[in-house]
């Protein structure tokens, strides 16, 4: 059984930095993709980022690109998102997903995914 859980959520002002952390368990995640998705109040969940486990291909929203970094740590089966230059937009519950099926193509909405984590809070101040 697929297991992600989130870490490494909080509150910054803006301007600062936080890294999210997913720690996967239940299978072999190598053949197979992962990404971050985020959810604010009252508005639906986006694609943030997301890497092919093997080959490490990165992929990001427009709205994070430059700031935020994506990587996975095969050995011990973590995705972690380093996130600089937040602002108050990036305010939200940012989520873990991963694969169903193994990597063909990046994926960058929800229905896509077939595991998810619990989520963690980011809070930016300005």
């Known amino acids: 059984q697929v297991q992600l859980v989130e870490s490494g959520g909080g509150s910054v002002q803006a301007g600062g930095s936080l890294r999210l952390s997913c720690a996967a368990s239940g299978r072999a995640f190598s053949s197979y993709g992962m990404g971050w998705f985020r959810q604010a109040p009252g508005k639906e969940r986006e694609f943030v980022a997301a890497?092919?486990?093997?080959?490490?291909?990165?992929y990001y929203a427009d709205s994070v690109k430059g700031r935020f970094t994506i990587s996975a740590d095969n050995a011990k089966n973590t995705v972690a998102l380093q996130m600089n230059d937040l602002k108050p937009e990036d305010t939200a519950v940012y989520y873990c997903?991963?694969?169903?099926?193994?990597?063909?193509?990046?994926?960058?909405?929800?229905?896509?995914?077939?595991?998810w984590g619990q989520g963690t809070q980011v809070t930016v101040s300005s």
């Open positions: 890497i092919r486990w093997s080959g490490g291909n990165t």
């Open positions: 997903a991963a694969d169903r099926l193994p990597f063909r193509s990046v994926k960058t909405t929800p229905g896509e995914y077939g595991y």
